[in-house]
């Protein structure tokens, strides 16, 4: 009876370790199976073979590696000057162009189509192709003046041109369990063109000697003197039928509900004013 029950203990033994082999052997070939149909030449021309989920229990399947580029071409012309002791003038402007093919380390910004990173190359959401910088600092030549001395001024000019920005069909348009990075069909990355920017601000100084090492010194200051209005984002949420061209621009005529609507703007002008003893 004893041996009866040690060999049935031993043959269970052996069918559960037979039994997990034939399991860890079905997932290595389910795995390879799964890879190679991954990079089958039917799923990169066609990626909906490869992401759709026939039994609709998977919501989104996220890998994430290091194959991201970028690369950054610029140039920078710059004027400086001195007159004398009472006035600077500060001039540059800086031509760049920023390409890569992805913008974040966040799922929102995976490629559009997963087994093509190279089909997301495009401008950078940093891309700033133009900027120009203009800086001047005015001091009061009456420096023995009790009513012209003291003051300085210094105005700073700035414009630089907007920002690309992705076009979105707001669907899943490649069946991919993830609708937040497609865009409509045909259109690349990035391809939206953003608002400019254009801001003028100003400091006003007035200072006054007390004594031998005693200064006050009134301010003012504005940010946005022109009080321009500088918008600083796009509904870029255009539809999945939205078609050329994808060069689009944002519009003030449109509510921010609507395709191409500006939906928020950088403040308008602001003005503070301050007091500094120094002693």
């Known amino acids: 009876m004893l041996l009866q029950v040690e060999a049935a203990e031993t043959r269970k033994r052996n069918v559960k370790h037979k039994a997990t082999r034939r399991e860890n052997s079905w997932v290595r070939e389910e795995l390879l199976c ?16 490869c992401f759709a989920d026939a039994t609709e ?15 950054y071409n610029g140039g920078i012309v710059e004027v400086k000057k001195r007159f004398a002791n009472h ?44 900027k120009v910088v203009i800086a001047a600092v005015l001091a ?3 420096d023995r003046s009790r009513v012209f001395g ?9 414009y630089n041109s907007g920002h690309p920005f992705n076009l979105l069909a707001g ?11 497609d865009r ?26 007390l004594g031998e090492k005693t200064t006050l010194n009134f301010t003012a200051e504005a940010f946005n003197l022109a009080n321009h209005t500088n918008y600083s984002s796009v509904n870029n949420v255009v539809g ?8 689009a621009h944002g519009s003030a005529n449109l509510y921010p509900n609507q395709p191409l609507a500006f939906t928020a703007a950088f403040p308008a002008r602001q003005i503070q004013l301050g007091v500094r003893l120094s002693f």
Not at 57 to 68: E, M, R, W
Not at 185 to 209: E, K, Q, W
């Open 140 to 142: 009061s030549p009456f």
């Open 34 to 49: 799964r890879r190679e149909y991954f990079w089958s030449p039917a799923c990169v021309a066609n990626p909906a073979l």
């Open 57 to 71: 229990t998977i919501l989104q399947n996220n890998v994430y590696s290091s194959a991201g580029s970028a690369i």
């Open 171 to 181: 669907a899943d348009i490649n069946s991919d369990g993830h609708f937040t990075n």
């Open 87 to 130: 006035y600077t003038i500060l001039a540059n402007y800086t031509l760049s162009k920023a390409i890569d093919n992805v913008t974040d380390f966040n799922s929102d910004y995976s490629p559009f189509n997963a087994t093509c990173l190279k089909c997301d190359r495009g401008l950078s959401d940093f891309d700033q192709r133009h």
């Open 240 to 247: 999945a039928d939205f078609g050329r061209p994808f060069t």
């Open 184 to 209: 409509p069909p045909g259109a690349g990355r990035n391809t939206g063109v953003g608002p400019g920017f254009t801001d003028f601000d100003m400091r006003l100084s007035r200072a006054f000697n």
């Open 150 to 158: 003291g003051f300085e001024i210094a105005p700073i000019f700035t």
